[in-house]
């Protein structure tokens, strides 16, 4: 897995393995040029296509330099926009400066004509994670500038003007794309610098996960393969209790579609038998809408230990807290607690110390607000998200772009998969589903959560292929058997 480590960690990073490997911080640098290069050459191969490099003072502007080199190597057109002098520049900029081919156009800042470079692939390497203070004079002019243009822009590592760790301050440049090397930089995945940062891709320099891991940072970023060796694997003498039996208690009144979408998405994932608490008329209607569910009537609460997992709270509507106090306290496995149920926690926090430890929490922003408080910004949020998991020895899953997963033990992880297409009604009540199938099917807490916010956020890519913004939460179901073949687990 891919830690994430703060931005003033990277230098120390970045020589500490140059070393252990007796390379020097050049070759680094060209590595990192060289698989920015190759992402490049996938989304822009038309080499008439013009490119604008506009390169800082730092080893970001240093990328920009090998950046130039190599792609004029490969046939574009070439310019770069300096800033500053050699000699005030980076020692590594100064090599890659010297070994600039004629054919590039250079350009001293500010004698340039931007109408030249509207037309261009604008590429930004301004600067990345040394930035120390906001933008003023000259950057903040041609940051201006450029984010006027309207021709494709592109950040190396991170889109200047952000730090790499904290929110932005003033202006930064508005990139389509963003290249990050390695790992992502925290501040990627924050909500606030979405605009900024467009598609997020993580550029390998071959800097091993065990050799970041040494590093200690408490952030990870999830990916395939990741997942992929979490998967528990079933053979043909597996039967449907081997899969898990599981109970869902929600849908009551009108919302009994919640309950449905969490069912019908436990099923897809794989769950052997789905039990369903619902009451009066919502029996019926589960039972149309996923004939494979057992609907159960309220003596089923009596029962709670013969199941392996519960997920709570899909369309629960407003309950007695007495309803969660006596499911907590009659059964000590943990569970997936969603949507009403927050709500109810949010009103009684008398209940946190109860939920079962190792339990799954599944808030989206405005519950995990309900729940603790207003945040003034992601990263207080996501401080706050591990301290509520910490202290009350849960997993809390704060759903969104880059969904992140909270842990007992302090760890942060973050989700790769996923797209805007999924901010839809019932989405979260999928993910419930997911994550309760996983945990009833013998995942550990940890694993069911990261498993179900991987595999939902891929469904929702695949399904959103066809549907794009007409996707709804159903589709998202129904594309979780592709989700399971695309990672080949059987
Ligand atoms: N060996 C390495 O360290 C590697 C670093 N890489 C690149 O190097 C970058 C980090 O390089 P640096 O640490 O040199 O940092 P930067 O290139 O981000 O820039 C730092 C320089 O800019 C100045 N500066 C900071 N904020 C400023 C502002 N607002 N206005 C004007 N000047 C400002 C600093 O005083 C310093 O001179 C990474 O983001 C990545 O792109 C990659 O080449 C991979 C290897
Ligand atoms: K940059």
Known sequence: MLSILPGKKIAELDKSYAREVGISSWELMERAAESFVSWFLKGFSGVQEKVFIFSGPGNNGGDGLAIARLLSEKGFAVSVVLFSSKENSSVDWQVNFDKLPEGIS???????????????IIIDALFGVGINRALGGEYLEVVNTLNQLSGKKISIDIPSGLPSDSLVEG?????????????????????????YVGDLHIADIGIPDSFLDQFGSNKSFVQASDIQKMHKRFDNFSHKGDFGRILLIGGRGGKVGAIILSTCSAMRTGSGLVHVWAEGASKDVIHISCCEAMVEGEKILDELDKFDALGIGPGLGEVPQDLLRN????????????????????????????????????????????????????????????EYAVQHKVY??????????????GKQYFNSTGNKHMATAGSGDVLTGMITSFLGQGYDPLNASLCGVFHHGLAGEIASK?????????????????SFLEMQID
């Open 106 to 120: 250079r350009y001293q800042y500010p004698e340039i004509d931007f109408e030249l470079a509207s037309s261009a």
């Open 171 to 195: 202006v930064a440049f508005l990139a389509d794309m963003t290249v990050s090397f390695q790992f992502p930089k925290l501040s990627l995945l924050i909500p606030e610098h979405s605009k």
């Open 327 to 386: 499911i907590f306290q009659s059964t000590g496995k943990p569970m997936v607690l969603d949507a009403d149920a927050l709500n109810v926690l949010s009103k009684h926090p008398e209940l946190w110390d109860l939920i079962p430890k190792g339990s799954i929490l599944t808030p989206h922003l405005k519950e995990f607000e309900r729940l603790t408080g207003k945040s003034s910004h992601h990263f207080e949020r996501l401080d706050k998200a591990s």
């Open 396 to 409: 809390l899953v704060l759903k969104g772009a880059f969904t992140s997963i909270s842990t007992p033990d």
């Open 466 to 482: 066809t549907k794009a913004r007409g996707m709804i939460a159903t589709d998202i179901i129904e594309s979780i058997p592709s």
